[in-house]
């Protein structure tokens, strides 16, 4: 089946510091997302891309579908303490959405 | 509106005995499908459907059956449980492509 590479693993960085992270797959997606997970809850989504090349912010999140429709990244900038959680990568195709295996973020006052 | 809900938030079963996983959506959606969560594996795609009558298999659906008989609700079903079967399950419900969790079952078998 499709597999998705999602990097880094888990990431410290200090408050207001940028975050960057990536998935990558070997096959296309139509769809890529991006989702947040607080301890206990289920995943939240953040971000939605629906064609390659597009470029979306939702206030200090933006996400880009890349070009070959096999990856897709994440930035964070001025990160703040309740942006700690795991955040997935998704990417869909027709009925079939695979799960990146998480980036745990850990942000120091 | 109080979206996807599922029942119970925790459950420990014995190897071999069954239960139901429930969940429920008020939100209208034909799509919903069951994920496992796995330490370092993301989410895990069991089984789905896209509306009533209709469920179609995911990545990992053996051990597990669903049926969907109204619109609303989208059990899964362990047979037999297993310890390979311990994880945290997730019930979602799709529109368009926006995708919603439920809070989640987690499952310890022994």
Known sequence: GQQLNQSPQSMFIQEGEDVSMNCTSSSIFNTWLWYKQDPGEGPVLLIALYKAGELTSNGRLTAQFGITRKDSFLNISASIPSDVGIYFCAGQYNNDMRFGAGTRLTVKP | ?110
Not at chain 2, 10 to 26: R, Y
Not at chain 2, 61 to 73: A, F, I, K, L, M
Request: with cysteine.
């Open chain 2, 1 to 110: 509106n109080a979206g996807v809900t599922q029942t119970p938030k925790f459950q420990v079963l014995k190897t071999g005995q069954s239960m139901t996983l429930q969940c429920a959506q008020d939100m209208n959606h034909e799509y919903m499908s069951w994920y496992r969560q796995d330490p370092g594996m993301g989410l895990r795609l069991i089984h789905y459907s896209v509306g009533a009558g209709i469920t179609d298999q995911g990545e990992v659906p053996n051990g597990y059956n669903v049926s969907r008989s109204t619109t609303e609700d989208f059990p899964l079903r362990l047979l037999s449980a297993a310890p390979s079967q311990t994880s945290v399950y997730f019930c979602a419900s799709k529109w368009g492509y926006e995708q919603y969790f439920g809070p989640g079952t987690r499952l310890t078998v022994t």
